[in-house]
């Protein structure tokens, strides 16, 4: 059964950090793409940052130069570090397991349940 727990989520100011977990089981962890997504009250799930199976990460223009993913294939985890985090972050975060890497949410199998984040000023 493949599961994905998301961790690290929580509260904090503008310009902050949080680093998101997730801890995949249940499948062959090295060959997926993994990938964070994050979703807005009423809104679609938009892809943040991905993850090929040769390391190569993709960020949405928002994020990139203040977000950074990483995997660890020995201990199938995956990471997303947020800096200067911003008001528009806040979001429930979502990390994501397919078979190629793809912004569209639709065509990813695997979701983990989601964890929240919360920036204030």
């Known amino acids: 059964q493949v599961q994905l727990v998301e961790s690290g989520g929580g509260s904090v100011q503008a310009g902050g950090s949080l680093r998101l977990s997730c801890a995949a089981s249940?499948?062959?962890?090295?060959?997926?793409?993994m990938a964070w997504f994050r979703q807005y009250p009423g809104k679609e799930r938009e892809e943040v940052a991905s993850?090929?199976?040769?390391?190569?990460?993709r960020y949405a223009d928002s994020v990139k130069g203040r977000f950074t993913g990483s995997r660890d294939n020995a201990k199938n985890i995956l990471y997303l570090k947020m800096n200067s985090l911003q008001l528009e972050d806040t979001a429930m975060y979502y990390c994501?397991?397919?078979?190629?890497?793809?912004?569209?949410?639709?065509?990813?199998?695997?979701w983990g349940q989601g964890t929240q984040v919360t920036v204030s000023s």
């Open positions: 993850i090929n199976v040769v390391g190569i990460t």
């Open positions: 249940g499948f062959t962890f090295t060959p997926y793409c």
């Open positions: 994501a397991a397919a078979g190629i890497c793809q912004a569209n949410p639709g065509g990813v199998p695997y």
